[in-house]
């Protein structure tokens, strides 16, 4: 079985050192080098063409972010897997735009850290769970926001509307919500329809959300 090439890029030697025996009893795994700035890994790239680089993202001279995008262009084969401290959107959706196959927090455990280089090997993406979670945090943080700024606009809704909302907050089913007020579910979904055109909104569960937010109850 063909073992795992990973190149490991770090400008911490200790943290370097400590990769490389957490993976060294790994049989799939084989380290193929190591290099301690940006530069140096796209150099090392071109001679040894590593399946998988393990790479930080603050270092001198040539940032992680920037090697990535460098390596990618000159060899789209390579996968590269983002370790990093940084929980910032910003960094996470910069690694994944220049190319980078997946981002793990540096805190992983050992069982994920070679989960996700056996993912990445094979071109998934592979999000590290407490970075998914933050994702999501982030998502659903900017998800309110945009919705809680619609208090400034004056939307003015029938008695109608108001009485979907109040059962699409509570999670209420289209077919129970007919059943509630005595229309059909064609009539739901047209009211359904109606409000996010009304209140600049895109899916049912933006609609659903903006109920709850609101105090539809």
Same mark, same amino acid.
């Given at each position: 079985m063909d073992r795992i090439r990973v190149l490991i890029v770090d400008d911490h030697f200790l943290v370097r050192t400590g990769i490389i025996s957490l993976l060294r009893d790994v049989e799939e795994i084989e380290i193929v080098g190591e290099a301690e700035n940006g530069k140096s890994a796209v150099e090392l790239c071109k001679k040894i063409v590593p399946q998988v680089v393990l790479m930080d993202i603050s270092m001198p001279d040539i940032s992680g972010i920037e090697a990535t995008k460098i390596i990618k262009t000159e060899n789209p084969s390579i996968n590269i897997l983002i370790l990093t401290m940084h929980e910032s959107e910003e960094y996470f959706y910069n690694t994944l735009k220049r190319g980078a196959s997946g981002i793990l927090?540096?805190? =992983?455990?050992?069982?994920?850290?070679?989960?996700?280089? !056996?993912? =990445?090997?094979? #071109?998934?993406?592979?999000? #590290?769970?407490? *970075?998914?979670?933050?994702? *999501?945090?982030?998502?659903?943080? !900017?998800?309110?926001?945009?919705?809680?700024?619609?208090?400034?606009?004056? =939307?003015i809704l029938t008695k109608r509307e108001k009485d979907v909302l109040?059962? *699409?907050?509570? #999670? *209420?089913?289209?077919?129970?919500?007919?059943e509630k007020l005595n229309i059909s579910v064609r009539t739901v979904e047209t009211h359904k329809s109606n409000l996010m055109q009304k209140l600049n909104l895109k899916s049912a569960a933006a609609l659903s959300f903006y109920a709850f937010e609101k105090g539809y109850k």
């Open positions: 927090n540096k805190n =992983v455990s050992r069982d994920e850290l070679v989960a996700a280089i !056996k993912s =990445v090997s094979t #071109g998934k993406r592979y999000i #590290g769970n407490s *970075i998914s979670e933050l994702m *999501i945090d982030t998502l659903m943080q !900017k998800f309110e926001e945009d919705f809680l700024s619609k208090e400034k606009e004056q =939307v109040c059962y *699409i907050a509570n #999670g *209420i089913t289209n077919q129970d919500i007919a």
